[in-house]
């Protein structure tokens, strides 16, 4: 089992910046990749950034340049999301998301992001 706990969502102007972590506990050990997802009303759930346990990353194409992901120097298994120059159409619930190396993954409870133009 693990657990993923969120914070930092808000409300924010348009072309703002904001960060969100994660807090992984449990059985962080078994965690291959951790990823920021969300979810915009009437809209399917999406991927916003992915980070593997090398180090490698990928972005949805709506926020590369804007999204960074990252993990703590000194605990792999905390999880940020730095956002700048944010839009309208960023405006969701941020969940964050990790999966196991057998394939199972965890979801925290999501922390809303709203973006007033």
């Known amino acids: 089992q693990v657990q993923l706990v969120e914070s930092g969502g808000g409300l924010v102007q348009s072309g703002g910046s904001l960060r969100l972590s994660c807090v992984a506990s449990?059985?962080?050990?078994?965690?291959?990749?951790m990823a920021w997802y969300r979810q915009a009303p009437g809209k399917q759930r999406e991927l916003v950034a992915r980070?593997?346990?090398?180090?490698?990353?990928?972005y949805a194409d709506s926020v590369k340049e804007r999204f960074t992901i990252s993990r703590d120097s000194t605990n792999k298994y905390t999880l940020y999301l730095q956002m700048n120059s944010l839009k309208a159409e960023d405006t969701a619930v941020y969940y964050c998301?990790?999966?196991?190396?057998?394939?199972?993954?965890?979801w925290g409870k999501g922390t809303p992001i709203t973006v007033s133009s």
């Open positions: 998301n990790a999966g196991l190396h057998q394939g199972t993954e965890y």
């Open positions: 449990g059985s962080i050990f078994s965690i291959y990749s």
């Open positions: 980070i593997l346990s090398g180090g490698s990353t990928n």
